[in-house]
């Protein structure tokens, strides 16, 4: 078990590389079992949720290497279609899977994700799309069993958007027969990554940023050489740390139009922010302003991935600020934690509301890591708070940070891993 710590009150100060994108990378490397050949992954971010799915694609048969950040899939063979539990159970992403050994294999059987500590998320609408794409979806105690002559295209609609869904129905798509059209389907930058992915590859996509995409299905896919978009979350993350410890900071490859929901908020509590296409300038030197409201929804607006991280800045904030989290009914938890540094966050589950009251300071303090992003949250929080803040467990926050240590020294925190 890993841990991470933090004294506080340093100023931030340098520049900083964003690394790959972990949700674009994720998706892709799922879409590269549709390719019975090399594919090409560059600005790979090397993160545990990346590794893992390179155990999954392992196990079926495919080969990868690394050299440096970029990854080398060589899926012209695969042994099996079966994705076991112990890979499943350690990340929900291996459900992408599903939809890309249906399309290349027509069969596959997996275990069920597990439970998460961010939410429940269901995998309904993964398993409704499937059954109207011509597949014979079998539920037992302990998998889940698909299969099917072909994948016939259809129109599909969504309940709700779902990023995971749209882009399970995309892979299960791209080699059908036929055109499947996905009504209310997610527009999440990583949507779009896979869909020029795939077209890059060949496949034959159309509306992807639009509420309705449509796939037609083609009989191949080629070799293909891609690089992975830099880390929204990851970047963000780094300015919600300017904004709770001070300082001044550039970011490069920073995909600052992905971001635009975030920059608005930071803006209201005071950070100074520019914004180019190769760099994001941020600076801070004052107590955050308090947020009247704000609400995570899917992509363009305030994504949840970075409402942990924007609680720990508000914590601080002279006045106090509200977040309605709309998209994982579990995400407040990090407020317990928070609470312990001194902060004072009063959770309302059944209104999905938190009333952040702000402080003067926090306190370093001895914390856990619950998931990912409550991690990085607690980091940020570490960074601003006075004395040494221990986050336990922090090994979570390697699943999508490839160094939050290493990164943030750069900027001058007084933080290590041990
Ligand atoms: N949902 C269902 N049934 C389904 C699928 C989704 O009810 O079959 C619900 C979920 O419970 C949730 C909502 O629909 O309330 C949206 O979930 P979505 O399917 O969009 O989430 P996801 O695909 O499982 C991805 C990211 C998450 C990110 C969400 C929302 C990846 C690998 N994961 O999850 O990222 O929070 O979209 O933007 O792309 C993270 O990086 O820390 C993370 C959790």
Redesign the pocket.
């Known amino acids: 078990m890993s841990n991470i710590e933090v004294v506080g009150g340093e100023r931030l100060k340098g520049e900083l590389k964003i690394q790959g994108s ?2 674009a990378s ?2 892709l490397l799922a879409a590269t079992i549709l390719n019975k050949g090399t594919t090409v992954l560059k600005n790979c971010p090397k993160i545990l949720d990346v590794f893992h799915m390179i155990k999954i694609l392992e196990e079926l048969g495919c080969t990868c290497e690394w050299e440096e950040n970029t990854l080398y899939v060589d899926s012209s063979y695969i042994d099996t279609t079966t994705v076991s539990w112990d890979f499943v159970s350690k990340m ?2 291996s459900i992408l899977f599903m939809g890309a050994l249906l399309g290349r294999s027509h069969e596959v059987t997996i275990a069920y994700p597990g439970g998460c500590l ?9 398993l409704d799309a499937m059954k109207k794409m011509n597949v014979n979806v079998v539920l037992n105690d302990n998998e889940i069993k698909c299969q099917t002559c072909c994948i016939i295209g259809t129109d599909i609609i969504l309940p ?6 749209t ?1 399970n129905i995309i892979l299960a798509a791209v080699l059908s027969k036929g055109t499947t059209r996905i009504f209310n389907a ?1 527009k ?1 930058p ?1 949507v779009i990554e896979l869909c020029n992915f795939l077209m890059k590859a060949g496949a034959r996509i159309h509306g992807m940023d639009t509420p309705m995409i449509e796939v037609e299905g083609v009989s191949r896919l080629h070799d293909v050489e891609y690089t992975l978009s830099p880390d929204r ?1 990851v970047a963000g993350t780094y300015m919600t740390a300017v904004a709770a410890a001070y300082g001044n900071v550039i970011l490069l490859d920073t995909p600052y139009r992905q971001l635009k929901s975030l920059i608005d908020v930071l803006r209201k509590t005071g950070c100074n922010i520019e914004a180019a296409d190769d760099y994001l300038k941020i600076s801070n030197d004052q107590r955050p302003r308090p947020i009247e409201q704000i609400r995570t929804q ?2 363009p607006d305030f ?3 970075m409402q942990s991280q924007m609680m720990s800045v508000l914590s601080l904030a002279h006045g106090d600020s509200t977040i309605i989290e709309e ?2 009914e579990s995400r407040f938890q990090n407020a317990t934690e928070l609470n312990k540094m001194g902060a004072r966050i009063d959770i309302n589950e059944m209104e999905k509301k938190a009333v952040i009251h702000g402080v003067e300071k926090l306190n370093g303090a001895e914390v856990k890591a619950l ?3 409550s991690g990085a949250a607690l980091v940020v929080a570490g960074l601003a708070a006075e004395g040494k803040t221990v986050i336990r467990s922090a090994e979570v926050i390697r699943r ?1 940070y490839e160094n939050i240590g290493r990164d943030l020294s750069t900027l001058g925190a007084k933080i290590k891993n041990f």
Not at 118 to 126: A, P, V, W, Y
Request: charged share 30%.
């Open positions: 972990k949700n994720l998706p929900r992403s961010i939410g429940e998320r269901k995998i309904d609408f993964h709700k958007s779902s990023v995971g869904a882009q997610a999440e990583e979350i899917p992509y994504p949840t991935d998209i994982f998931d990912l992003r999508g």
